[in-house]
DNA sequence: TAAATTGGATTACACTTGTAGGACGGTGGG
DNA sequence: CCCACCGTCCTACAAGTGTAATCCAATTTA
């Protein structure tokens, strides 16, 4: 699992999204769980799987007879990296600029609200 | 200042940036501005005012000597976009999951977290 | 005033992305 | 055993992007 440089398109993420919750698996697993919130033809979804392999993000393991596939990129490092170069390209890199307009913009419920206090208390104690 | 569908790229977002700081301004000032952060041509600058006033993000008012161009989106809108579109694509749209993960993440300073802790509050009492 | 620079419009060009389609070979059902 | 369908690999193709260059007219400069 490298960090690498994962460049990974919209529709891409859909399909890496499937696969950071389970893998490895074959293709057509990957249609099937793909399939129920995108309306794409599985040519559709195949050929993001190719591109994905081809960037070095996704595996594969050719001794089964279905070819299976599974993420060789870290899910936390790609979150990383598209969280960093959002914030860089909206808020100028100002993480704080960022949560705050979070805070003030979204509707996040009270229980929510309470949760994220606690976080940032434990935070603010190590 | 119509919140419209500002597709907005990555480079045109530094152009309009500029914009929201300060208008209207002519390319010139826009070239100087935007210059400092990036190492763009002006040539890549004029190109990306040129599309940005063809997507409709940018007016023009052609009566001045040099053109001046101005915003016709709003900033916080873009944002707003931007962010959804972001949160989306990464957190299958849960704006909860994301904070969290932010004040887990990054290194915020403790005045940082109080500040932050003091904006929860406000809302939490609204 | 002639030359050099700049601004605006148009064009360029390769790369990425969304969204598939076609060819070809293997597998499963009848 | 043969055919239809699925998986792989390759190809396609238009729109969007990053990054300019060209052409022409206006403007500044020596």
């Known amino acids: 699992m490298k960090k690498a440089d994962c460049k990974i398109s919209d529709a891409e993420w859909i399909v890496m999204k499937v696969l950071w ?3 490895p698996l074959t293709s057509a ?3 099937e769980a793909v399939g129920s919130n995108k309306n794409w033809s599985p040519k559709t979804i195949h050929s993001l799987i190719s591109r994905l392999v081809k960037k070095g993000a996704l595996g594969v393991n050719k001794e089964t ?8 990129v870290d899910k936390r490092d790609c979150i990383l990296d598209e969280t960093r170069s959002f914030i860089h390209k909206v808020y100028d890199g100002s993480i704080h600029l960022m949560l705050a307009n979070f805070i003030k ?3 996040i419920s009270e229980k929510e609200i ?3 206090e606690r976080l940032l208390n434990k935070k603010n104690n190590k």
């Not at 007879?65 to 060789?72: F, H």
Request: proline content about 10%.
């Open 65 to 72: 007879p279905l070819y299976e596939y599974y993420p060789l």
């Open 21 to 23: 919750e389970e893998a």
């Open 114 to 116: 309470e949760e994220l």
């Open 29 to 31: 697993k990957i249609v």
């Open 105 to 107: 913009e979204e509707k």
